[in-house]
């Protein structure tokens, strides 16, 4: 089947990652075919859901590309897990690693451009106090100290 030429490319990334997926959770060990290559399958979808989504409401976007990058987070873990017990050989590893950090770039792209390129400040609780810490910026000028 065709691509649209219209749709976005973070959709279009995580759509090959979905079927690239789904053709390496065939060869996944019977025991964990069921388990972690659903889940597997279960939270790329997951993702894809909430892109298509907020592609079309906008008044929920920006909660839904919260939602797709924790759940985008989550999958990395769980692409993590596979190769830790031997499901994904590690090249195949590398190249999922390489799709999701692709989308997540795309993703954040998506998010920042919500925000009109703003930095984000926010204030973390000081422990035992009660208190609220001076403001933490991030952005694409802050770096780590």
């Not at 035992?128 to 991030?138: A, D, E, F, H, Y």
């Amino acid at each position: 089947m065709p691509k649209a030429d219209t749709e976005l490319v973070v959709i279009d990334k995580t759509h090959e990652l979905l079927v690239w997926t789904l053709k390496h959770i065939e060869k996944f060990p019977r025991n964990h075919r069921y388990g972690l290559g659903l889940r597997l399958e279960q939270r790329i979808t997951e993702v894809l859901e909430l892109l298509l989504c907020a592609k079309y409401q906008a008044t929920e976007r920006p909660k839904l590309l919260q939602q797709a990058n924790l759940a985008l987070e989550l999958l990395r873990f769980q692409i993590r897990a596979a190769k830790d017990v031997k499901c994904l050989p590690i090249e195949s590893y590398g190249s999922a690693s390489r799709f999701v950090n692709e989308i997540g770039k795309l993703l954040g792209a998506w998010i920042k451009q919500l925000h009109g390129g703003q930095r984000e400040t926010t204030r973390q609780p000081v422990a035992g106090t009660g208190q609220l810490s001076q403001p933490i910026v991030r952005g694409p000028t802050s770096r780590p100290r």
